[in-house]
């Protein structure tokens, strides 16, 4: 039973930590208990009892009557840090009540209602995930920029499934002559308008609302971004995704898949993902075999696949369109 208590109060914790702001509040300097009642409108026996439990998991220091981040807390969810997946607590927040229906899925071998459908009924899900995949796009986007090399002359970029924009605003920012189109369902857009206006970037990327798999992209493209949508989509799905993108690519273009290869051995955290996956969407994450079966079906050139480090980052296939 510990085993079931203590990570089901180490996610709780960490998640009420997030959504009233604790570690923002403490990347200012360490506070004791008074200044924290004060920075998150909280009850002293309340931020107290959170607090000692943070300190005993490694996300809090006790300095005499004071708290203050560890450097893991300041890097992973704080502005301050390397990357703030505060977004990412609270998205976790959202979704822990889909793990209630974790048995029922296993039973039945899919959720009863999508996670697209839950963000229809559900107007907060859509903004608070992608603000989730904001976050990590900001962790990935270093490695994209690294990696990837539009071709000479390139000029248009595909987006697809590119939901808060991200990865769209780095590479125009990057290539001063690109110019995007990004499709994405309206659940994931709700923000992205407002982050382009931010960006100075709204005439340069277009939005289209709808589902890619019906969606007429346009064609004409050097760089096709396909980043972490394969495991959203079915096999099928994927394969004629595929061979559209082939299409719509123009000789020499490039294809960039990102994805979490379901490769052996399997990994404790690839597995929670899938079976993460099983609540939410009913799909699940690809085999490399199947990604470069299905480039190689579309007559692009067998992909350079790059794993990523750390390996939860998941891996990058990119391929190329013959000249
Ligand atoms: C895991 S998120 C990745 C977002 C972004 N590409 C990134 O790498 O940060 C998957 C995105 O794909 C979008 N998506 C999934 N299936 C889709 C479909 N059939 N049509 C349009 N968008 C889809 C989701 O709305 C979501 O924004």
């Not at 300097?29 to 004060?38: I, N, Q, R, S, W």
């Not at 607090?51 to 996300?59: I, P, S």
């Not at 982050?195 to 890619?212: F, N, S, V």
């Amino acid at each position: 039973m510990v085993d079931v208590y203590l990570p089901m109060m180490k996610s709780a914790a960490l998640i009420s930590a997030g959504q009233l702001g604790l570690f923002e509040a403490l990347s200012k300097g360490p506070l004791d208990v008074k200044g924290l009642v004060k920075a998150l409108d909280c009850s002293p026996e309340g931020v107290l009892r959170l607090a000692d439990f943070l300190t005993t998991v490694g996300y809090l220091e006790r300095d005499g009557d004071r708290f203050k981040n560890t450097p893991h807390a300041a890097r992973w969810f704080t502005r301050a840090g390397e990357v703030d997946y505060t977004a990412g607590l609270k998205w976790t927040g959202e979704a822990w009540s889909l793990m209630a229906t974790l048995a029922e899925c296993v039973r039945t071998g899919a959720p009863k209602a999508t996670l697209w459908d839950l963000m229809s009924e559900r107007a907060s899900w859509g903004p608070t995930f992608s603000k989730y995949m904001h976050a990590f796009a900001q962790h990935l986007g270093p490695d994209l920029l690294k990696h990837v090399r539009p071709p000479p002359g390139a000029r248009r970029l595909l987006d697809l499934g590119g939901s808060h924009g991200e990865h769209s605003i780095a590479f125009c920012r990057l290539y001063p002559e690109f110019e995007a189109v990004l499709v994405d369902q309206a659940s994931a857009l709700s923000a992205t308008q407002t982050t382009l206006h931010e960006a100075g970037m709204e005439h340069r990327i277009t939005l289209t609302a709808g589902d890619l798999r019906e969606a007429a992209w346009g064609e004409g493209f050097d760089v096709v971004l396909f980043l972490s949508v394969v495991h959203n989509q079915t096999a099928e799905d994927n394969r004629i995704t595929v061979e559209r993108i082939a299409k719509a690519l123009n000789p020499g273009g490039l294809l960039v898949i990102h994805e979490y290869p379901d490769d052996h051995p399997t990994s404790a955290y690839d597995a929670a993902f899938r079976l993460t996956l099983l609540t939410e969407t009913g799909t699940s994450t690809a085999s490399s075999a199947s990604i470069e079966g299905w480039i190689a079906q579309a007559g692009l050139s067998p992909p350079q696949r790059i794993v990523l480090n750390p390996r939860e980052k998941g891996a990058l296939f990119i391929s190329e369109k013959a000249r």
